[in-house]
C-alpha cells in the first residue's frame, strides 16, 4: 500500500480507478516505425472513427440549431479524407518512416499555413477547420477523448493541476473525486469538486506518479490521505468512514424542505453556487432557496470562440425556469487572472490578477458586454433573473454598468422583446476599494455580495492560486472579516440586502459571526446547503458576537 498526504479541498470519501487526466493538447511525440502498414491502418481507423464522430455532432446541431451549423461538421467530415490532405500525411509516414500522429500534425500544419497564405479572407479562415480536422484524428490516434476520460467506468481523475478550461469540458458523470499534484482550496478544480460534492486532495506534488493509474486508490479528503492499493485493515476502516458518510447524507436529507431559520426567527437565505446549467439538478436535489452565484464564464471557457447572444440567452433561461421563480443571480462574466480564454487575445501581463480581468473587460469591450447583457435581460422574462456585476472597485464602474444596462433594455423595448425591467442589479464586493466606498456602492445597487476568494486574496496580497502559501491566506483574517462587517452595515445603512458567496459562507465555523453580522444571504456549494441549514436551524441569531473579527 502507498500512502499519500495532501490538502483535502472537498470533503468525502470514496474509493475507485487512478486515472490520469489526459490533457487535450498534449504534445505530439516523433516515433521510428517498423511496420508502417499496420500504422496505416492504425490511421485509418482513427479516421474512420473522427468521420462517425463528426456525423454524429452534425445530426446534433442540424437537431438543435438547423441546417447551416450543421454543413461545417460535414464539411469537416469530408476533409478528413480529402485526397491530397490523405496523401501528404502517408508521403510523410513514408519518408521519415514515422509513426502516424506525427504526420497528421505535419500535414494539418503545412495545409494550414497555406490556407493562411491566401489572399481570400474566407479561404484563410479555413486554416482553423484544417487544424481543427487534424486535432481530431489526432486525438483519437492518441486515444485523448472529449472530456479528457477515456473509460467505461467512473474514476478518480488525477492530474498536475486542471485549469477552468479543462474543467469545464471535463465528463462529469465519470468522476468519482479529484487529486492533484498542485492546487489550492480555492483552485477552480476544489471548487468544481465541492459544487459535485465529491472527495478531492490537492498538493500531492511528485508523490503522485502516474505510474499508479488504473490501480485502486481510497481518498479521504477530509484527511487529505491517499491510499493507492488499499490493504486489508485502511479498506475496512475505509468502508466503515463510506458508511458512516452515506448515513450522515440520509440523516441531512430530513432538512430538505425545512426553512432557514434560525431558533429566534432570523431568515437567512441559503442559496447555491453554480458553474453551468448541469449544476441545477444538483440545486434542486439539495433544496436550494436559489442561485447566489451562478458563474457564467463556463459559457467562455468551454467555447472557441465568443458564445452568440443566443447560446447565452438558452443556458440562462433554462436555469431561470428550472429555478421555477427562486432567485438567480448570474455574475456576467470574470475572466482573466487564472481563468484565461486564447480568442480573447488578451496581452500578457505580469500580474494578471490585478490586471484586465472581470468587469474591466466588459467595460473596455462593449462587444463582449452587450450580447451578454441582451441575453441576461432576454431570460428575465423565464423567471426571477438577477444580475451581477463581479471585481468592482469604484462607483464609475457600477454607474457605466448600469448605463449600458439602461441602453440594452431601451432596445429590447424597441425591439419588443420580453425582459422583466426590475430586474435586481448587485455588485460583488471583492476588492478592500469596494469596501471603503461601500456605502457610496450601496446607494447605486440593489444587493452585496461579498467574494470571499477575492476579498481575501487581495485584502492579505495573497494568490490564491498557490498552494504553498498556506497559513498566509486566511480566510478568517480579523482583516477579512472586519471587511465583512463594514460591508454589511453599509448594505444596512442603505436599506439593501447583503451576502456571500466566497467559499467561506460555507464555513459552519464561521455561522455565528455571519448571523452577528446580520448576513442576509449565504450562497455555497449545493453539496453545502443541508448542513448549513442544519447549522442555521440550530442557531440563536441574538446570542452571537462578532467576537471573531478581535486579532
Ligand atoms: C470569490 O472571489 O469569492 C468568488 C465567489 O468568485 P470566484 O471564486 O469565481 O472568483
Ligand atoms: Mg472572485
Avoid at 173 to 183: A, E, M, W
Avoid at 225 to 252: G, H, R, S, W
Avoid at 280 to 298: K, T
Avoid at 536 to 548: E, M, N
Amino acid at each position: 500500500m502507498i500512502m499519500m498526504q495532501g490538502k483535502g479541498v472537498s470533503k468525502g470519501v470514496i474509493k475507485g480507478p487512478l486515472y490520469f487526466f489526459c490533457r487535450q493538447d498534449a504534445a505530439v511525440k516523433q516515433w521510428h516505425v517498423e511496420d508502417l502498414q499496420a500504422e496505416k491502418e492504425r490511421l485509418v481507423q482513427a479516421q474512420e472513427k473522427t468521420i462517425a464522430q463528426l456525423e454524429t455532432l452534425a445530426e446534433k446541431c442540424r437537431e438543435e440549431a438547423g441546417d447551416e451549423a450543421a454543413v461545417l461538421f460535414e464539411t469537416h467530415a469530408m476533409f478528413v479524407e480529402d485526397e491530397d490532405y490523405v496523401e501528404s500525411i502517408y508521403s510523410c509516414m513514408e519518408e521519415e518512416q514515422c509513426n502516424a500522429e506525427y504526420a497528421v500534425q505535419e500535414a494539418g500544419e503545412q495545409f494550414a499555413a497555406m490556407f493562411a497564405a491566401m489572399d481570400d479572407a474566407y479561404m484563410q479562415a479555413r486554416a482553423a477547420d484544417i487544424r481543427d480536422v487534424s486535432k481530431r484524428i489526432l486525438n483519437n490516434l492518441m486515444g485523448i477523448v472529449e472530456g479528457g476520460i477515456d473509460s467505461d467506468v467512473p474514476v478518480i481523475l488525477a492530474a498536475d493541476d486542471l485549469a477552468p478550461s479543462e474543467t469545464i469540458q471535463l465528463d462529469k458523470s465519470k468522476i468519482l473525486g479529484f487529486v492533484t499534484q498542485g492546487g489550492s482550496s480555492n483552485s477552480h478544480t476544489a471548487i468544481l469538486a465541492r459544487t459535485m460534492g465529491i472527495p478531492a486532495i490537492c498538493g500531492l506534488g511528485e508523490e503522485l506518479k502516474e505510474e499508479y493509474a488504473g490501480r485502486i486508490a481510497c481518498v479521504d479528503g477530509e484527511v487529505g490521505c491517499v491510499y493507492i492499493d488499499p490493504d486489508e485493515l485502511t479498506l475496512a476502516q475505509f468502508n466503515e468512514k463510506y458508511a458512516k458518510q452515506q448515513e450522515m447524507k440520509e440523516l441531512l436529507l430530513t432538512m430538505r424542505g425545512q426553512e432557514d431559520i434560525t431558533l429566534d426567527g432570523k431568515k437567512v437565505n441559503v442559496y447555491c453556487n453554480i458553474g453551468s446549467p448541469e449544476d441545477v439538478s444538483a440545486v434542486l436535489a439539495n433544496d436550494g432557496q436559489g442561485i447566489g452565484l451562478f458563474r457564467s464564464e463556463f459559457l467562455y471557457l468551454a467555447a472557441s470562440d465568443y458564445p452568440t447572444e443566443e447560446e447565452q440567452f438558452q443556458a440562462y433561461k433554462t436555469v431561470a425556469a428550472a429555478m421555477n421563480g427562486k432567485r438567480v443571480i448570474i455574475r456576467t462574466l470574470d475572466i482573466g487572472a487564472d481563468k484565461q480564454v486564447g480568442y480573447f487575445n488578451m496581452n500578457k501581463e505580469e500580474n494578471p490578477a490585478l490586471g484586465v480581468r472581470a468587469i474591466r473587460i466588459c467595460l473596455n469591450r462593449p462587444e463582449v458586454f452587450k450580447p451578454q447583457l441582451r441575453a441576461l435581460y432576454r431570460a428575465s422574462a423565464y423567471g426571477k433573473v438577477a444580475i451581477m456585476f463581479p471585481m468592482i472597485t469604484s462607483v464609475w464602474e457600477v454607474k457605466e454598468c448600469k448605463r449600458a444596462c439602461q441602453k440594452v433594455m431601451a432596445e429590447l423595448e424597441k425591439e419588443g422583446i420580453p425582459f422583466n425591467k426590475d430586474t435586481e442589479i448587485g455588485i460583488m464586493l471583492e476588492t478592500p476599494a469596494s469596501i471603503f466606498v461601500a456605502e457610496e456602492l450601496a446607494r447605486e445597487v440593489d444587493f452585496f455580495s461579498v467574494g470571499t476568494n477575492d476579498l481575501t486574496q487581495y485584502t492579505l496580497a495573497c494568490d490564491r492560486q498557490a498552494n504553498d502559501l498556506g497559513k498566509f491566506y486566511d480566510p478568517h483574517h480579523p482583516a477579512v472579516l472586519r471587511a465583512l462587517k463594514m460591508a454589511a452595515d453599509a448594505a444596512h445603512n442603505a436599506g439593501i440586502w447583503i451576502g456571500i458567496c466566497g467559499e467561506l459562507g460555507a464555513d459552519l465555523s464561521m455561522l455565528p459571526t455571519f448571523l452577528a453580522m446580520g448576513m442576509d444571504e449565504l450562497s455555497v456549494s449545493p453539496n453545502a446547503v443541508l448542513p448549513l441549514r442544519a447549522a442555521i436551524r440550530s442557531s440563536i441569531a441574538k446570542t452571537c458576537t462578532l467576537d471573531a473579527l478581535e486579532c
